[in-house]
């Protein structure tokens, strides 16, 4: 059993970009969390989703920054016109339901 | 909002010794986690408890969840070089998924 995917692993944009993160969660979960870990920082909650709906946003800036989880595919986290204060490491979560979540590598993400 | 705090936020001790990491807070959480975190890697579950007063053992490692919900603490006997990482403490609120991550123990080993 697969655990949880990211891609791309690493990601450089320059200032203004787009930035697009992937999570393929594990083989039958269908909750999916996203965190983010700014250097010399510990993880901060972002977004959670279920297919199609998002459940919990209270983490996400209100601007730029948007996530989807379709019925088919991965779950998306997208961050349009990058700045450099959006470099971090990116981290997806995926569990079945109530309580434990099993994490991704990670998308480290430089904005130049 | 709930607030983890962990301590040591820094520990270096040599291999054999044994170690306790703790993890406070004055929020109830209806569980929590704990995980390690290697550099580039994402965190990497170790244990689920859900239970007040809950111990749990893997191997070298013993997990416990204090009786009132608001602490924990994990014991590594005999640590070895492997053992070095950094150790993260997250919980869940009852009706709310997100975890709330606490400030980490970097954790050193000398072999």
């Known amino acids: 059993n697969a655990g949880v995917m990211q891609n791309p692993r690493h990601l450089v944009r320059r200032r203004g970009q787009e930035a697009r993160l992937r999570c393929s969660p594990m083989?039958?979960?269908?909750?999916v969390y996203w965190y983010r870990q700014l250097p010399e920082e510990g993880l901060k909650f972002m977004v959670y989703?279920?297919?199609?709906?998002?459940?919990?946003e209270s983490g996400m800036p209100k601007e730029r920054f948007s996530a989807e989880f379709p019925k088919e595919g991965p779950s998306i986290l997208r961050i349009q016109q990058v700045v450099r204060g959006d470099s971090a490491a990116y981290f997806c979560?995926?569990?079945?339901?109530?309580?434990?979540?099993?994490f991704g590598p990670g998308t480290r993400l430089l904005v130049l | 909002t709930q607030l983890l705090e962990q301590s040591p936020q820094f520990l270096s001790i040599q291999e054999g010794e044994n170690l306790t990491v703790y993890c406070n807070s004055s929020?109830?959480?209806?569980?929590l986690q704990w995980y390690r975190q290697e550099p580039g890697e994402g965190p990497v579950l170790l244990v689920t408890v859900v239970t007040g007063g809950e111990v749990k053992k893997l191997k070298r490692l013993t997990f416990q969840f204090g009786d009132a919900r608001k602490d924990s603490s994990l014991h590594i006997t005999a640590a070895q070089p492997g053992d070095t990482g950094l150790y993260l403490c997250?919980?869940?609120?009852?009706?709310?998924?997100?975890?709330?991550f606490g400030t980490g123990t970097r954790l050193t080993i000398i072999p």
């Open positions: 997250a919980g869940a609120v009852f009706g709310n998924e997100k975890l709330t």
């Open positions: 929020s109830v959480f209806s569980s």
């Open positions: 989703l279920q297919k199609e709906n998002i459940i919990d």
């Open positions: 083989k039958g979960h269908s909750h």
């Open positions: 979560a995926s569990s079945p339901g109530l309580e434990t979540q099993y």
